[in-house]
């Protein structure tokens, strides 16, 4: 008898049924060496991959933030006064970019006399002036009629020192004229004008229209040579020793030629005619804008 039979049946059947046993499967190469990659190896490498293209992101982001947003603003408050020369200023502030400055009270008053200077004259190239107040007015002399010659307080008393000093150094003035009123300088103005057959365009050449002289200002007055009178009033004042004294010393007193040659106001050369510019009060009557005028250059 067979061994097989020596199996029991049960057993038999069961092996007889049993599917033969399954080889194993072959893995792809390329399979095998990803799976042995652990998990986080997988994370770096997509940071990596990512990180180019986050960072890109990140820096345009940046940047058009920065295009946007308003320029620094440098006003001239926060740039430290330099102690060598203005220019050393103005030409770092030119420099910098972007610059707004902010003027101070020097430049504001800078500004406006440039732009009170360009102001034309308010008539026939004369500009208003107001009379200067009786109280404030002071005696100088006389004329041969006994007429009061009077100065503003201050004109006069730098006056009198000037012409003192012009004494000393052998030159005599005379005083022709000082401060007038409105209705004065009217009678002025117009009854010559008629006498000498001239229009107001004509007569403003040599002699301010009322409300327009400085004379009423009280800082103005002609001057004569008393050794040579007959230059009074005349262009050829300016060949006497008075003239010459004046050219050289009135500006130490505070006195300037109003209306010296091709003066930019149009009226005629008077080297007689002089003003006082000498303290506040007088320089901002000639040269800083009120009432509409009383601002010009002057040109010697």
């Known amino acids: 008898m067979s061994t097989q039979n020596d199996i029991p049946v049960a057993q038999r059947v069961s092996d007889t049924n049993r599917s033969p046993q399954k080889q ?3 893995i792809n190469p390329v399979v095998r060496s990803l799976q042995s990659i652990p998990w986080w190896a997988y994370g770096l490498a997509v940071l990596a991959f990512l990180s180019p293209i986050v960072s890109t992101r990140i820096w345009f982001t940046l940047n058009a933030n920065a295009i946007n947003q308003p320029q620094e603003i440098i006003t001239s408050e926060s740039i430290s006064q330099p102690t ?4 050393v200023q103005s030409t770092a502030i030119s420099n910098a970019p972007f610059i707004t400055t902010t003027p101070d009270a020097k430049a504001n008053d800078d500004s406006e006399a440039i732009a009170e200077a360009s102001s ?5 190239g004369h500009y208003s002036f107001s009379e200067a107040p009786a109280n404030k007015l002071r005696t100088i002399g006389r ?7 009077r100065l503003h307080e201050a004109a006069a008393k730098s006056y009198l020192k000037m012409e003192a000093d012009a004494k000393a150094d052998g030159v005599d003035f005379v005083v022709i004229s000082g401060f007038r009123t409105i209705s004065e300088q009217q009678e002025l103005f ?7 057959n001239q229009t107001p365009s004509q007569r403003a050449k040599v002699s301010a229209p009322p ?15 008393d050794a040579l009178p007959s230059t009074n009033l005349s262009t050829s004042f300016e060949k006497t020793a008075a003239f010459q004294w004046l050219q050289n010393n009135a500006a130490k007193y505070g006195f300037e030629m109003s209306f010296p040659p091709n003066n930019p106001q149009g009226v005629m050369y008077e080297p007689w005619h002089w003003r006082f510019v000498g303290d506040d009060d007088s320089l901002a009557t000639f040269y800083k804008k009120s009432n509409r005028s009383n601002a010009f250059i002057n040109k010697p």
């Open 24 to 26: 194993p499967e072959k």
């Open 84 to 87: 060598s020369p203005s220019t």
């Open 120 to 124: 034309p004259p308010d008539l026939f």
């Open 143 to 149: 004329a041969g009629d006994g007429y009061e010659i």
């Open 190 to 196: 117009f009854e010559i004008s008629k006498q000498r």
């Open 211 to 225: 409300g327009h002289s400085e004379h009423h200002t009280g800082y103005a007055l002609d001057i004569g040579d």
